[in-house]
């Protein structure tokens, strides 16, 4: 372990960047305790100059070589978007400093984001209280706006952007009982994707695993900054990110011992933002110009297909929770159509 630090230092050391001074010795490293938690993820080490209280340099570590694509993703998306955003890139993400392999091992190097995770900070002050999650909701969708539009990039004539979403569909049939009427949705969603593919004339770059969890209310300027972009990609909607934070921020605001039970009532929690939360949000995103937006529910259950099988698809493996998103899309069944997905 020390030889493999001694290395990832002088990396570190070795480092120039524009409009930045050196990093300086002493560089010490510290293990985040939830990094070795999933076999598959990546191991988190956070870097401290010259005996600075705070980190400045976040370094992640891929567990497992066959993983480290995932490493490069969010390497390389990370040039990208500090390429399109500009001078704006500081306040929203981490800046990538390097991906290099140390010890035979798949390693990202990039600046520490100071500030809270909104895992932490919305645990017991946020989902159960209307203000503050309208508030939270509205901040959000303007910030992913803003990061989505300066992503935003001009097809070129004949160009089509990858995905591999059938693919999950057929792996969501395949690894879960799908009921005939399951299957009827289904194929509006494809339609629906298939309606806004000829409508987006722009790509953009999601996210990819959109979440609270994945965000930081920035200490310096107070804006929320995104991090963990290993599942970013291009997209002709925004969909998949737009829906999600919904999504996983129903799921965190209830508990239960039954993953089932767990969905029903995260599924309530959405009907009652739907009345006040729901329709701030969208209308704080706005109607995208550029590219596309799929209604409430396709776009819903489409988050649901694509979380249901990820891991499967990408590690070779299920996850126990996993199955949570498929109980959701049966939830999500249900779910009031012709609405706009906008106001």
Known sequence: MNTFLDELTDHVLSIQLKDHPPFARPLQWVFFPNGSTSQDGSLMLFGFENEKPNPTLAV????????????????????????????????????????????????????????????????????????QMLALAVDVAQ???????????????????PSDFKQKVEKFIQMYQITNLEKQAIAEVMNDIEIAKAQADHKILLQGDFWHGNMIRGEEYGRLMFIDWQYSCWATDVSLDLYFFLLAGSLASVQSASLADRARKAVRILLKWQAKIIPAYLAAFG???????????????????ENAVRASIDIGHDQVED???????SELMSWPDGQESYV
Request: with cysteine.
């Open 60 to 131: 992640k570590v891929s567990r497992l070589l066959v993983n480290d694509w995932m490493l490069q993703n969010e390497y390389d998306r990370l040039v990208e978007l500090w390429a399109r955003l500009g001078d704006e890139a500081v306040y929203r993400l981490p800046q990538p400093l390097a991906m290099v392999s140390i010890k035979k091992q798949p390693t990202l190097i990039t600046t520490y984001l100071k500030g809270v995770n909104l895992l932490r900070a919305s645990q017991d002050a946020v989902w159960d209280n209307p203000k």
């Open 143 to 161: 910030s992913l706006r803003d990061v989505m539009d300066r992503t935003a990039t001009k097809l070129l004539m004949g160009e089509q952007v």
């Open 287 to 305: 109607k995208p110009d550029k590219y596309a937006l799929l209604p409430i529910r396709s776009g819903m259950l489409m988050c649901c297909i």
């Open 323 to 329: 199955v949570v998103w498929r109980f959701m899309f």
